[in-house]
């Protein structure tokens, strides 16, 4: 008798870890989350209050996002600070400010490029250079959440921890993190409602007294539409692996008649832009600043037509290092090489 209920218990734990084994093989990996995710952010209505830590400022806002007729509708609303919205249909964005908002000087410096929130990367091209791992479950926003950690392979580039909806995959929470592990930026839902119907009062902006509207476009010059070289002539002698150019663009300074030279580059999570442009009058020296996560680098080169001297800035979510060994690389490239 015991023997054969030893012979039983054996083939029912055999059976049970057998059954584990099946379960395990058919839950999504940490890339197949990364997927949903992504796609859960483009095609899933949500409205939603979340907050945004950075440095030494923490924002809350309102996001409004849907999809009407295959077109991304997304209604953005700071709740705290200057009253500021960003509207969204497409690839078209109304930015509705108040008079002196700091955003008004600095809207026609934005990098043609993807649309970026504040708490929406680029997740969709992670690289080698990264390692993904699942880091068991949560709660956020009276969600179940599973969590993602993604890892950097080198010092070039920072990590990220994520919550992910368990139901649906859109991001709940998300921290930037230093190489030595330190939270450089968080982002997290308080609440959020996710599908049903969205309303078009709940995506139509609300305009005070005074309010200003400024117009952006997110169609982006591809580096392969036309020769870069013809455009733009300069470029990073080095960048960290991975990195390749995601756009290019040639824009005016807001005070001045000025061309600005701008380089956008990505490694499918990560980004910077270089920014080159001429030594303002007043002169310029080397500079480092940070605020959170994101670190702004000038160096001051020569080159291009008479060897003058150019004033250099990256300015992107990398550590400080890298972004100043890419600055003190950039080179100017003649149209004949």
């Not at 991304?72 to 078209?92: F, K, S, Y």
């Not at 002698?237 to 150019?245: L, N």
Request: aromatic fraction near 8%.
């Amino acid at each position: 008798m015991r023997s054969t209920l030893a012979v039983l218990l054996v083939a029912l734990l055999g059976s049970s870890a057998a059954a584990a084994a099946l379960a395990d093989s058919a839950a999504p990996t940490p890339r197949e989350w990364l997927d949903r995710m992504n796609r859960a952010f483009l095609e899933a209505s949500y409205d939603g209050i979340f907050s945004y830590y950075s440095g030494d400022d923490l924002s809350t806002l309102r996001v409004v996002h849907t999809v009407s007729n295959g077109v991304q509708r997304e209604r953005l609303v700071h709740m705290n600070g200057a009253p500021r919205e960003i509207v969204r249909t497409g690839d078209a964005v109304e930015c509705i400010l108040q008079p002196g908002d700091e955003m008004l000087e600095l809207e026609s410096s934005i990098p043609s490029g993807p649309f970026a929130r504040a708490f929406s990367k680029a997740f969709e091209g992670i690289s080698d250079h990264y390692e993904l791992s699942l880091n068991g479950t949560d709660r956020v926003a009276n969600r179940d959440a599973v969590r993602l950690a993604v890892t950097p392979r080198d010092e070039q580039r920072y990590g990220f921890r994520l919550w992910l909806d368990r139901e649906t995959g859109l991001l709940l929470r998300s921290e930037l993190v230093d190489t030595k592990g330190a939270k450089l930026e968080i982002f997290e839902f308080a609440t959020i409602k996710v599908g049903g119907p969205i309303s078009e009062q709940d995506l139509a902006p609300e305009f005070g007294a005074g309010a200003l509207k400024t117009q952006l476009s997110l169609e982006s010059t591809q580096p392969e539409a036309t020769p870069r070289k013809s455009r733009v002539n300069w470029e990073p002698h080095w960048v960290p692996d991975g990195f390749t150019m995601a756009s290019w663009d040639i824009r005016r300074t807001p005070s001045s008649a000025k061309s600005v030279d701008t380089l956008m580059y990505s490694d499918g999570l990560a980004m910077f832009s270089v920014f080159i442009e001429d030594v303002p009058d007043a002169g310029a020296t080397k500079l480092v600043s940070r605020s959170g996560a994101t670190v702004a680098v000038s160096e001051v080169v020569r080159g291009g037509p008479k060897d003058a001297h150019r004033l250099v800035t990256v300015v992107g979510e990398i550590p400080t290092a890298t972004a100043q060994r890419i600055a003190q690389s950039i080179r100017y490239v003649a149209e004949t090489e």
